[in-house]
């Protein structure tokens, strides 16, 4: 039989044989890119679990500490509103910033400037010492903002609930884990001074690891990531504003330190205004609402806990101990979850947020210790869902391309809940011990009913991407 007609010019058989060999080398260096980006990635595991660990050994120390110093309730109180301030203004500027000069950067110089906070805290002989301390912290301590950041550029818009939920489970370890260490070391004669130096060095040794980490890799990882969006209606601001990025490198380099840098606050203030002026106003309002209904449940579950039911704080805490670690167990299934819900991250968000509701509901009306058991366990896993979804969501409605100024924001909105959730739940309570976890069923539902009226954007806005993918 004669060959195929494409075989039959001359050097046709050659021609093909080498497109096959492109094809195999596109296929290999794609799969080693992928091996890459998830080396990569399990790096970051590592360092959320190594932040939040160092983190969590000095936090439930301060107040004693500060108390130790001569400081009054007063005093304490307007010290750590000070932090929330600080950072409900700075999430969202470094946020946005780490989208200019790039994630390595702005990670490294925001793990750096935390640990000389911690450093300067454990140097705190006075209460202004402690004071100047929190101030590098309260400004810089966005590191895993920026590290989720770096995440949602690296997988894709499908992958990426599951590895921000593992992402989440390897921090909420490091938070477990945290308080034992630094409560075992509290015990020793200036213990407090001894646990922030160690938070110090943890902080170097993420330093280090994010310094160590394999940059080309990602590099290579993020452009492929966006050349595979080259379809999506979003994949043109994308190239421009990789596009500002570079520009704005060479800035830096080039110019002078002052242009590159009224460059960086000129392109922060653009990318600010046009969130700002975006149709995302309900996501961060759903967030918001979600925030205050989470924060008023635990504002006061001991002490409502020994009021109601004459239990122990000791008991609280081992009941929060465990619902922190069912909540990592809720990261790990999240990849299982979203496959169930088809990746309808609307959707899931809807039903999580429905469940959360309903529990804290359950909680108010409990009757004995074993119904607040109860919904402790579901809501674990409710809460860690609802939070990994709306962080997606943002991401999704608002575009990749600007994923540090969209969770910078989210950061942002979530520190304004954490400033206003204490006055509410301190002005309930003179009502009833119920009355933080009832006023966060009614934040939950308004939550509810503004997604439930956003429906259709949100549907419409998905079958718009699985139609361009």
């Not at 094809?23 to 595991?45: H, I, K, Q, T, W």
């Not at 670690?325 to 609307?346: D, E, K, S």
């Not at 206003?420 to 009833?432: D, R, T, W």
């Amino acid at each position: 039989p004669l060959p195929p007609p494409a075989l039959r010019r001359p050097g046709a058989a050659a021609a093909l044989m080498e497109e096959e060999e492109e094809e195999d080398g596109g296929g290999r260096r794609a799969a080693g890119s992928r091996a890459a980006s998830a080396r990569f990635v399990r790096c970051l595991y590592a360092v959320g679990f190594l932040d939040l660990f160092g983190v969590s050994m000095v936090v439930p120390l301060m107040n004693l500490h500060i108390k130790s110093l001569g400081a009054s309730h007063t005093v304490a109180g307007i010290i750590g509103s000070l932090y929330g301030v600080m950072q409900l203004f700075s999430s969202t500027v470094v946020g946005c910033w780490s989208d200019i000069v790039g994630r390595r950067y702005s990670l490294l110089a925001c793990i750096l400037l935390s640990a000389l906070g911690y450093f300067l805290l454990g140097t705190s002989t006075t209460v202004l010492l402690f004071a100047i301390s929190r101030v590098p912290v309260g400004i810089f301590k966005h590191t895993l903002s920026i590290s989720k950041a770096l995440l949602s550029d690296l997988v894709s818009e499908r992958d990426r609930p599951l590895v921000m939920g593992r992402f989440n489970a390897a921090s909420s370890v490091g938070f477990i884990l945290g308080p034992v260490v630094g409560g075992y070391l509290a015990e020793f004669e200036g213990g407090f001074y001894q646990t922030s130096f160690i938070c110090a060095s943890i902080f170097l040794l993420n330093g280090g690891l994010v310094w160590m980490l394999p940059w080309s890799e990602e590099n290579t990882g993020n452009r492929e990531h966006y050349q595979d969006k080259g379809t999506n209606s979003f994949s043109a601001k994308a190239n421009h504003d990789l596009h500002l990025k570079s520009a704005t490198s060479r800035g830096v380099t080039n110019n002078s330190f002052f242009q590159s840098l009224w460059i960086q606050v000129a392109t922060v203030l653009k990318k600010i205004k046009g969130i700002a002026c975006s149709n995302l106003w309900d996501v961060f309002l759903v967030r918001f609402l979600m925030s205050v209904a989470i924060l008023l449940y635990y504002s006061n579950f001991t002490l409502a806990l020994e009021e109601r039911f004459g239990v122990k704080p000791l008991f609280a805490g081992y009941l929060m101990s465990y619902s922190s670690a069912l909540g990592v167990l809720a990261g790990c299934l999240l990849g299982p979850i979203t496959r169930l819900y088809g990746h309808n991250i609307y959707r899931l968000l809807l039903h999580s947020s429905t469940f959360t509701c309903m529990l804290i509901l359950l909680y108010t009306s409990a009757l004995s210790i074993w119904m607040v058991i109860l919904s402790s366990t579901f809501l674990a896993f409710s809460t860690t869902i609802g939070r990994t979804c709306i962080i997606d969501l943002e991401l999704t409605v608002g575009g990749n391309e600007a994923s540090g100024t969209l969770l910078g924001v989210g950061q942002s909105v979530t520190s304004v809940g954490r400033i206003i959730a204490p006055l509410l739940s301190g002005i309930v309570q003179e009502f009833s011990p119920c009355g933080p976890p009832s006023l966060a069923v009614g934040l939950a539902l308004v939550a509810i009913l503004i997604m439930n009226g956003n429906k259709q954007k949100y549907c419409s806005h998905r079958n718009e991407k699985l139609k361009n993918q």
